[in-house]
């Protein structure tokens, strides 16, 4: 379904670039959620937001920079990309942060660095 | 933190065998427990989800059990089919503090249905 929306699906860029992945929600979610998936690793969590302006650190946020102005974008930016960073980043929503709120997922950006 | 672990990573079955992928988990408070297919190339969807107050839960030919005491949950699919084939995922939902809750995966099993 069309409700969480990523850009762009596909990148690739230089290390030492700065590259800004987007992400949109129509649901009005209070919750959203930066993942990368790499093989082996499953999905990590980077960031997340509670509402906007309130953004908090998951399992891996080094190198990543969060912001949240609105409640329906919640954009990721690498400040200085490495090759480290080649994955599949995938972004979440739920509805609330309760602990029983499933978390529904955007395609993905497959985001490759040379 | 929470560590989720998930067996086995990978699983082959013959059309219209039984599936069963398991996953344990290490903190106690854990109360909510989704299970994710992927497709090849597509996004994570939720397929089942059971919450600590229930030891079992079906839809059609999916089920999930939970036992709390052990830590541990099973995902079962019956009479198998090849649109079945994909990646599996297990998450547990953890407290990350003022108020709100985070889910950690397991690595995922890798399932093939064979015709």
């Known amino acids: 379904d069309a409700g969480i929306t990523q850009s762009p699906r596909y990148k690739i860029t230089e290390t030492g670039r700065q590259v800004t992945l987007m992400c949109h929600q129509t649901?009005?979610?209070?919750?959203m959620f930066w993942y990368r998936q790499d093989l082996g690793h499953g999905l990590r969590l980077i960031y997340y937001?509670?509402?906007?302006?309130?953004?908090d650190k998951g399992e891996v946020p080094d190198g990543y920079v969060v912001s949240r102005s609105k409640t329906e974008n919640f954009p990721l930016t690498l400040e200085s990309a490495t090759r480290s960073q080649t994955s599949v980043y995938f972004c979440?929503?739920?509805?609330?942060?309760?602990?029983?709120?499933?978390?529904?997922f955007g395609d993905g950006t497959r985001l490759s660095i040379l | 933190g929470e560590n989720v672990e998930q067996h086995p990573s990978t699983l082959s079955v013959q059309e219209g065998d039984s599936a069963v992928i398991k996953c344990t988990y290490s903190?106690?408070?854990?109360?909510?427990f989704p299970w994710y297919k992927q497709e090849l190339g597509k996004r994570p969807q939720l397929i089942i989800d059971?919450?600590?107050?229930?030891g079992e839960k079906k839809d059609q030919r999916i089920a999930v059990t939970l036992n709390k005491t052990a830590k541990h949950f099973s995902l079962h699919i019956t009479e198998t089919q090849p649109e079945d084939s994909a990646v599996y995922f297990c998450?547990?939902?953890?407290?990350?503090?003022?108020?709100?809750?985070?889910?950690?995966f397991g690595k995922g099993t890798k399932l093939s249905v064979i015709p």
């Open positions: 059971i919450r600590s107050n229930v």
């Open positions: 998450a547990a939902s953890i407290y990350s503090g003022a108020g709100s809750y985070q889910l950690t």
């Open positions: 903190d106690s408070a854990s109360n909510y």
């Open positions: 979440a929503s739920s509805e609330s942060g309760f602990r029983d709120q499933p978390q529904h």
């Open positions: 649901w009005s979610h209070s919750y």
């Open positions: 937001s509670a509402a906007a302006d309130i953004t």
